[in-house]
């Protein structure tokens, strides 16, 4: 059974960094293609990046494109998301998640594993 457990988020003024991570466990990370999502309060859940299983190639969000960068370090079963010049749209519970096999998924429903989330907020 897969586990993702996610960590980094925090309270950030704007134009600040922060930088989240996703462990997983329970099986082969290197086999996953990766994702990140947000959602903010009385909205739907929003692809912010992802970065494919076997390539590395990345996939961006319109709304985060040149701010933030996904990563994956898959010896430490890791997934990293560098968020830089966030603002106050960024405040949202970011959410991790994995696909066997996956690649270029920016759907909710592409992804079978989901972590609990971590909470950004940015202020003003």
């Known amino acids: 059974q897969v586990q993702l457990v996610e960590s980094g988020g925090g309270l950030v003024e704007a134009g600040g960094s922060l930088r989240l991570s996703c462990t997983m466990s329970?099986?082969?990370?290197?086999?996953?293609?990766m994702g990140w999502f947000r959602q903010a309060p009385g909205k739907e859940r929003e692809f912010v990046a992802g970065?494919?299983?076997?390539?590395?190639?990345?996939y961006y969000g319109d709304s985060v494109k040149g701010r933030f960068t996904i990563s994956r370090d898959n010896a430490k079963n890791t997934v990293y998301l560098q968020m830089n010049n966030l603002k106050p749209d960024d405040t949202a519970v970011y959410y991790c998640?994995?696909?066997?096999?996956?690649?270029?998924?920016?759907?909710?429903?592409?992804?079978?594993?989901w972590g609990q989330g971590t909470q950004v907020t940015v202020s003003s």
């Open positions: 329970g099986r082969a990370f290197r086999y996953y293609g």
């Open positions: 970065i494919a299983w076997d390539t590395g190639d990345t």
């Open positions: 998640a994995a696909e066997r096999f996956g690649r270029n998924r920016q759907e909710v429903n592409e992804y079978g594993y």
